[in-house]
């Protein structure tokens, strides 16, 4: 590819992400309007799907994304994966009803899944084999800071000010500029070896996914952890974890090889992401129960605190390649932010009825800093020690992990959250404390507060296991293994797509040698 190629690429990927960011925060913005227009009757209770719907699809289907990237090339994937997202986006602006807007945003949700995962791949391959870091620390920190300042808002003025379907509407031209664009610019190294997929470990690992999933979605909230339903799915997923992990061992293609876990940098990466996950997760959501319910602040003003901790990703995501040259490593960044995020959790943890918001700011911007130096450092490390024959499946591990590390901290935060309150309360529940008054009313929001003390001190002391992984990594990258190298020089024949055009021979043929970085 051309340096022009490269860089605009590089534009094509940056889009994506955004799109892939903005998604995950811009419905939760519009849902009341949905439900007024949807089922203003029975629709309230339809939200929790709406949410669940997407991360379930998209979560499912990510170690099969991986082990397409490695098949058939990661061009193919990329435009699948978008086409994909965009025809869930207008079927979900033409719902007319709660069930169809559950069952397109399922599809979309599909190709979420790989928006975020494929896209990392395309970045890792625009760089080509010999270049090491770069750009995919930055462009974390910066993309997730846009969009977790931007989702929101942008989600409530078109709610507002327009119609909740250009929630949807607006991915459209985006999405088809990115796929003409890369149809015509994307110049990949293709896979013409022929090797099989191994769709049965992919449903196991989709049916494990979305059964731990669900027993997080449903688990002492709408079921007790005791209901049989809740008993039977939590056996049913150990089960597909037994059957997922013997099929690892024993496929010849394995869609999350086993081998992965030998590398040091891999195995600590899947950990520490998973851990970041659960953190990120109690975080987030108990940070603004806690504005909404204490404090009183209104849902759409909550989200304004956010910003600083978006600030936070922007600037980490802004100077990381200077402090990249400056001599850190990959593993400074992921000892530092996991650092910086433990001391933020704990400064959220001495939160009280009366403490000042300014001090909320300054834990989520603490925060901020601290996760953007994790989002994308984390998937570059692990791309970085991938055998290349491996990198599609090692970079939505990680994706694969943090979401399932998500999940888990949402269940473990919300049972720790409602035991403490249940010991410490007047009675009843936390949903219930808006109704109380007077000294019962002080009592609820003093012992909530101390609940949610508990649930921030329980995210440091897994964001401190976070950080002792990371003192563990190697102090440098290792090189990638020699037989790999050569597997990827054998998946390269001279036929292969972006040789077709006698003009491209020559700059395909020096593209990944010769052309500088983007970050210069």
Known sequence: ??????????????????????????????????????????????????????????????????KLCDVIGAKKVFIGAVATFLAGSALCGMADSMGWLIAARALQGVGGGGLMSVTMVVLRELKGPEEKGGKGGSIGGIVAGAGMALGPWLGGALADHADWRWIFYVNLPIGVAVLAAAVRVLRLPAHSTRRTIDFLGAGLAAAFSTMLLLVTQWGGKDHAWSSPLIVGLLVATVAALALFVRRQAT??????????????????????????????????????????????????????????????????????????????????????????????????????????????????????????????????????????????????????FQTLGGALGAAVFGTVLSRVYAARGPGGTTSTIGELTGHARRQALDAFVSSTSVVFWSATGVMILAAVLATRLPAGVQQKPEKAEKLEEAERPEDAEEAERPEDAEVNATAFTTAPPLSR
């Open 1 to 66: 590819m051309t340096r022009r190629q490269r860089i605009i690429g590089f534009g094509l990927c940056i889009a994506t992400i955004l799109l892939a960011v903005l998604d995950t925060n811009i419905v939760s913005a519009a849902t009341v309007p949905i439900v007024s227009d949807l089922d203003p009757v029975h629709g309230i209770d339809k939200i929790p799907w709406l949410i669940a719907a997407y991360q379930l699809a998209a979560t499912a289907a990510l170690p099969l994304y991986g």
């Open 251 to 400: 496929a010849a293609e394995p869609v999350l090889p086993l081998g992965l876990f030998r590398v040091r940098e891999i195995r600590y990466g899947f950990a520490i992401q998973g851990l970041v996950g659960a953190a990120m997760m109690g975080s987030m959501v108990y940070v603004m129960i806690y504005l909404q319910v204490v404090r009183g602040i209104a849902a759409s003003s909550a989200g304004l605190y956010l910003i600083p901790m978006a600030i936070g990703m922007t600037a980490v995501g802004l100077l990381s390649d200077r402090l990249a040259t400056a001599g850190w490593s990959q593993k400074t960044f992921v000892v530092s932010g996991t650092v910086c995020a433990s001391a933020a959790l704990a400064l959220l943890a001495t939160l009280s009825t009366d403490t000042g918001l300014w001090t909320v700011r300054a834990a989520l911007l603490l925060m901020g800093v601290g996760f953007g130096q994790l989002i994308g450092q984390l998937i570059q490390l692990v791309q970085d020690t991938a055998p290349a024959a491996q990198l599609g499946v090692a970079t939505t591990g990680v994706r694969f």
